[in-house]
Structures are given as structure tokens and as C-alpha cells.
């Protein structure tokens, strides 16, 4: 079963960037949604981007058009870069993966997640 690890998460100051990755092992899937959730304390799951084997992107609008998502060549590991971050990003960021998926418009769920990685953006 696939396993997804992220990293990169940490407190910067509003306006701030960070860069998330998740490297994926243990699986390996010939059409995918690869992509981040995020769910902040008290808040519901919240998709914020995803992006598919054949390189087809979606954002919440939220975030669109302060961060980018992006895969290596190895299709292995994912970024999330966040730009111009702000306090209401503050949450816990998860990379998710799906089998059989395809970007169409909204952020998809995942059938597969990671435990996540903590950004804290600071007013």
C-alpha cells in the first residue's frame, strides 16, 4: 500500500512562503490524483490543490493564484509552494493520492493520505 510522507511545513510570518513535499513509496499507479488537503482545529478538510498523471492542475480559489503545485520527473515526490501566505492558511497540510483519478475542476478526496505537516502563518 502506498505510503505518503510530508515535509517542509513550518511558522513564517504573513506574507511568507513556504515549500511543501510529499514522496510517495510503495505503490505505483499508471493514472492518479496526487495533491494537498488542509484542515485547520475546529474547521472542516478543506481541498486546497491536485495534480494528475497527465499533468492537469486545480486550486481551491482560495489559494489560486498564491501557490503551485508541481511533481518531479519521478512522479515520486510532490511541492506545494505557497506564496503570500496568510494567518487563515494556517492549518495541517496532508498529501493525498487516488488511483483511477483524473483533475476535472474541484480538488478530488484521496483515497490515500499522509499524517501531515504543520504551517503556521503568523499575523
Known amino acids: 500500500q502506498v505510503q505518503l510522507a510530508e515535509s517542509g511545513g513550518g511558522s513564517v510570518q504573513a506574507g511568507g512562503s513556504l515549500r511543501l513535499s510529499c514522496t510517495a513509496s510503495?505503490?505505483?499507479?499508471?493514472?492518479?490524483?496526487m495533491g494537498w488537503f488542509r484542515q485547520a482545529p475546529g474547521k472542516e478538510r478543506e481541498g486546497v490543490a491536485a495534480i494528475d498523471n497527465l499533468g492537469r492542475t486545480t486550486y481551491a480559489d482560495f489559494v489560486r493564484p498564491r501557490f503551485t503545485i508541481s511533481e518531479d520527473n519521478d512522479k515520486n515526490t510532490l511541492h506545494l509552494q505557497m506564496n503570500s501566505l496568510r494567518s487563515e492558511d494556517t492549518a495541517m497540510y496532508h498529501c493525498?493520492?487516488?488511483?483511477?483519478?483524473?483533475?476535472?475542476?474541484?480538488?478530488?478526496?484521496?483515497?490515500?493520505w499522509g499524517s501531515g505537516t504543520q504551517v503556521t502563518v503568523s499575523s
Open positions: 493525498g493520492v487516488s488511483p483511477g483519478c483524473m483533475v476535472v475542476s474541484k480538488v478530488p478526496s484521496f483515497s490515500h
Open positions: 510503495g505503490g505505483t499507479y499508471v493514472s492518479y490524483c
